[in-house]
């Protein structure tokens, strides 16, 4: 069973760029028929879809957040990464990864989630 | 986007009892929905895909049911473990879009 580790600052200032990193336990990455996401959760909030990536060069993002965020993959690291910039106090979030099955939208696995705090 | 809108917030249960738990979509999403488990400090759980369809390991006590726009999410018995915040999700439509929670409780 794949297990997702999220990893990266808890504390980020603003307008600057968070960075976090997803480690996946197994070679499941370099499957072509998995997608990597990021979802986050703002305090007090509904859950918020991201974006994904698959294969190295596929990705996908919410309208909302696309001018500022990228999700890459590094297969032979086993991870993949997601950078939002120009963060401000709204970036707030407990930030999840998780992954999808490419034919279909549901995400079978989930990290535990990472809690990143914007504030000066 | 589809705006995914689950009821009750909070739903007071007592062990062996029934949860019925509510989310409508705010255009038709098909059967494309899943539930969600998620228990404070862990990782969600995915309970149910495609409305209905019970995912690998999960409890048969567990159902879901519904599509177009009304699904529901069904605990037979409720067992100590499945006291938590339930979630759906469309995957009809970019972007995913989640409901806000429905928070089961101890009755």
């Known amino acids: 069973q794949v297990q997702l580790q999220e990893s990266g600052p808890g504390l980020v200032q603003p307008s600057a760029t968070l960075s976090l990193t997803c480690t996946v336990s197994s070679d499941f990455v370099s499957r072509s028929i998995y997608y990597w996401t990021w979802i986050r959760q703002p305090p007090g909030k509904a859950l918020e879809w991201i974006g994904y990536?698959?294969?190295?060069?596929?990705?996908n993002y919410t309208p909302s957040l696309k001018s500022r965020v990228t999700i890459s993959l590094d297969k032979s690291k086993k991870q993949f990464s997601l950078k939002l910039t120009s963060v401000t106090a709204a970036d707030t979030a407990v930030y999840y990864c998780?992954?999808?099955?490419?034919?279909?939208?549901?995400?079978?696995?989930w990290g535990q989630g990472t809690l990143v705090t914007v504030s000066s | 986007e589809v705006v995914m809108t689950q009821s009750p917030a909070t739903v007071s249960v007592s062990p062996g009892e029934r949860a019925t738990l509510s989310c409508r979509a705010s255009?038709?999403?098909?059967?494309?929905v899943a539930w969600y488990q998620h228990k404070p400090g862990q990782a969600p759980r995915l309970l149910i895909h495609?409305?209905?369809t019970r995912a690998i390991g999960i409890p048969a006590r567990f159902s879901g049911s519904g599509s177009g726009t009304e699904f529901t999410l069904t605990i037979s018995s409720l067992q100590s473990e499945d006291f938590a915040v339930y979630y759906c999700?469309?995957?009809?439509?970019?972007?995913?879009?989640f409901g806000q929670g429905t928070k089961v409780e101890i009755k």
């Open positions: 990536v698959y294969d190295i060069d596929n990705t």
């Open positions: 998780a992954r999808g099955v490419l034919s279909w939208g549901y995400f079978d696995s």
């Open positions: 255009q038709s999403v098909s059967n494309y």
């Open positions: 999700q469309q995957y009809n439509n970019w972007p995913r879009t």
């Open positions: 495609h409305a209905s």
